[in-house]
């Protein structure tokens, strides 16, 4: 299971730092990332990070969001910083994971978690 928190009201170019725990019987987890969607429009990706450290960003969150992972304690953490009006949108953690006795990661979602930028 994936389980995000910190969502939360905020005014613009204030920060907030989302976190997202996998629990359960873990055997590996591969590429963790954050997804969004805005009321009326698409989930879209908005940061991943592999097993090894590889980060990925929307052009949209480039040096103003922080994707960083804690593998020690399976979770996904996601620093937001100069937070805009656009940034408005439920965030979804997102991680594939192998379960300790099967052969293949699943790919999982998390339940949401509210961000609110006011200008």
């Known amino acids: 299971q994936l389980q995000a928190y910190g969502g939360g009201l905020v005014q613009a170019e204030g920060s907030l730092r989302l976190s997202c725990l996998v629990s359960?019987?873990?055997?590996?987890?591969?590429?963790m990332a954050w997804y969004r969607q805005a009321l009326g429009k698409e989930r879209e990706l908005v940061a991943s990070?592999?097993?090894?450290?590889?980060?990925n960003y929307a052009d949209s969150v480039k040096g103003r969001f922080t994707i960083t992972r804690e593998n020690g304690k399976n979770t996904v953490y996601l620093q937001m910083n100069s937070l805009k009006s656009e940034d408005t949108a439920v965030y979804y953690c997102?991680?594939?994971?192998?379960?300790?006795?099967?052969?293949?990661?699943?790919?999982?979602w998390g339940q949401g978690t509210l961000v609110t930028v006011s200008s």
């Open positions: 997102n991680a594939d994971v192998r379960g300790r006795t099967a052969f293949i990661a699943r790919n999982y």
């Open positions: 359960g019987s873990i055997g590996n987890i591969g590429t």
């Open positions: 990070v592999t097993s090894s450290g590889t980060t």
